[in-house]
């Protein structure tokens, strides 16, 4: 007949070992359920970058004087997985001022796309440092915005020339126009205002001096300039007719009908100077 505490024991044995496989079976819900947590990323267990974009740009500041461009190298770096076209966009420039991009769209792969930001500045941009801010776009994605800095200063300025001459013989009581040629040295167009003619000295012929026939500049009437001004001189050689303004708006040079200066001023040749502003160059 078996002892009491044996009869005691086994049971006891039993429950024991019912806990155990209890506790694994808890154990083994718990990993499972972890396992599946991390499948909803990307079904290996490791969580999945969104795709993205970002912008590099080079150089990250400029320095230009009035009326020359600008350029900057610009890289969109793509992340996750990305693939696309990216459309970009400028803002901050200031007045006067126009961009560009080269390509307009940069098409990205599996590597990153490049593109030229082109600023174009004339000669009216006010000078100063502004702060040019870009961006990055395709369907929902979006860069986040990368500032690059402007600098305008003042051109070096060289001079431009005027010249011309009457068009056409001066005779007593009639007018002749003068054409007026502008010559700009600069790269940029120039806006000139303020165009004057005057006398500066008169060659009479060897007859007049012979017979001692005065001319004066007072036996002159000047008529200025009466078209609107400024006057865009580009690049090079232009004059008031290239430009659009007809003879009547032309300096105007008359010559007195008065018996006083019929036989000096006959034949006489003219020294004219000519003065004005130009802004821009």
Known sequence: MPSIPELFHSPLRIVRAGAKVLLAGLLLVTLTSG??????????????????????????????????????????????????????????????????????????????????????????????????????????????????????????????????????VLAPGYSVSVDLQLANPGNTNINVTGLTVSITGITRTAQAVANNRPCNPSDYVITQFSGSYPISAPPGNSSLSTSGFPAIQWPQIKMLNSSLNQDGCKGATLQLSYSGTGQGN
């Open 35 to 168: 396992v599946v947590l991390a499948a909803n990323s990307n079904g290996n267990g490791t969580q999945t970058a969104p795709k993205a974009i970002t912008l590099q740009l080079a150089p990250t500041s400029r320095s230009v004087t009035q009326g020359t461009p600008a350029s900057y190298n610009v890289v969109v770096q793509p992340s996750g997985g990305f693939i696309g076209n990216v459309s970009l966009t400028v803002s901050g420039l200031p007045a006067g001022a126009t961009a560009s991009f080269s390509p307009a769209v940069v098409a990205v792969g599996s590597g990153p796309g490049s593109a030229t930001l082109n600023v174009s500045t004339t000669s009216a941009t006010p000078l100063g440092t502004y702060s040019l801010s870009l961006k990055g776009s395709s369907g929902t994605v979006q860069s986040a915005v990368v500032v690059v800095s402007l600098t305008v200063t003042a051109g070096q300025h060289q001079p431009f020339t005027i010249s011309g001459g009457p068009a056409g």
